[in-house]
């Protein structure tokens, strides 16, 4: 997601507030707390009213990944906070497409190889299944098979030169999910043809972040607000507060009027090229690739997206780039909850 998005956490009492459904999407990890029972004992004792924030800030997935919440005490709020760090480091390990040693691109390889199905993890099941999902709903505007094509084009953007055509209708004809089959039980997955991969760069932050929230909840704390690289996760308002504020940017030169919104229980993400793109032959091409054409935008673009959780938001975020406005306003009855934030060119 775009650097364009930011945050910014005001704890004043505020009155508008924007209420959606939670989506759970942490099944799969154990929901366990270590908290010890005198540290129990302690926060039973306070109110809410009277718990302190924490701050926490690590680089996971390639991007900062910043914890704000309210706590009891120190030490519980350590330990989730290291709890969710460790969690986004074994989602990194399971989906990461620039790990040559990480699941989802192992069995990419093995199937590839053995033209058979190929056992997966729980984690890396339901991510391969919700994505597969939102390429349905969003009539393939989104679809993590792209890896190929959008490797041709990192590719461009480093050596500022086009693709041979060649090359791109080769990496098109490994897109979409007739590429590819999912199996629920045993969890395995059998591509069908020698070169698909997958690229779960487009959910994997609002999927990690939907999982913070619940291990979060695990330890008691339920009023944060989590942000990995400009993707939102917040929880319930802080004390005295209806929700958490929230800034977003402008295109304008000097971005100096920021509109400012107010949250809870929801998930946000932004999607554009403000940074990432390239400038071939006088054509701006984006880093956004249309899975279904195989090319980049080529017209800058903002969208921001909020939903009942991080992972719908995410997703949307990309497929209304490709969409535009009008056709991706279509596919948002298709997520209930979500709402289109901004459309900005």
């Keep these: ?100 040693e990480s699941e989802i691109i192992a069995v990419c390889r093995k199937s590839s190889e053995t033209n058979d199905y190929v056992a997966l993890s729980p984690d890396l099941f ?55 089959e999912l199996q629920a039980d045993p969890p395995a997955v059998r591509t069908l043809a020698p070169g698909v991969r997958f690229d779960v ?26 942000d990995a690289g400009g993707d939102l996760r917040i929880g319930d308002p802080p004390p005295g507060s209806d929700g958490w504020r929230v800034e977003f940017a402008t295109l304008t030169p000097d971005d100096s009027e920021r509109p400012v919104r107010v949250f809870a229980n929801v998930g946000i993400a932004c999607s554009g090229d403000t940074n990432r793109y390239v400038e071939i032959n006088g054509v701006r091409y984006s880093h956004i690739i249309d899975p279904r054409t195989g090319n980049p935008l080529t017209e800058h673009v903002v969208v921001a997206v909020s939903a009942p959780c991080a992972a719908d938001a995410d997703a949307l975020a990309s497929a209304i780039c490709v969409l535009g406005e009008t056709e991706g306003k279509k596919i948002l009855a298709r997520f209930p909850g979500a709402c289109l934030i901004d459309f900005l060119r």
């Excluded at 799969?28 to 004992?41: D, G, I, Q, W």
């Excluded at 792209?146 to 590719?155: A, D, E, F, N, T």
Aim: with cysteine; glycine share 4%.
């Design 201 to 226: 760069g487009g959910v994997a932050k609002g999927i990690a972040l939907d999982d913070a929230l619940e291990i979060l909840a695990s330890f008691g704390i339920t009023s944060a607000l989590l």
């Design 126 to 180: 339901r991510v391969l299944a919700f994505a597969r999902t939102c390429t349905e709903k969003t009539d393939g505007a989104f679809d993590i098979t792209v890896s190929p094509v959008v490797k041709l084009w990192r590719r461009s953007r480093s050596f500022r030169e086009l693709p041979p055509p060649e090359y791109l209708e080769k990496a098109r004809q490994l897109v979409g999910n007739d590429r590819w």
């Design 1 to 100: 997601m775009t650097q364009n998005f930011r945050a910014t956490i005001v704890l004043t009492v505020l009155t508008v507030v924007a209420w959606l459904a939670c989506l759970g999407f942490a099944d799969s990890f154990e929901k366990e707390s270590t908290c010890s029972a005198s540290e129990v004992e302690q926060s039973s004792h306070q109110t809410f009213a009277e718990w302190t924030r924490f701050d926490f800030s690590a680089s996971k997935m390639g991007v900062p990944v910043r914890l704000s919440f309210y706590a009891s005490n120190e030490s519980i709020a350590q330990k989730a906070a290291d709890a969710v760090f460790a969690h986004f480091d074994k989602l990194n390990a399971i989906l990461s497409d620039y790990d040559p």
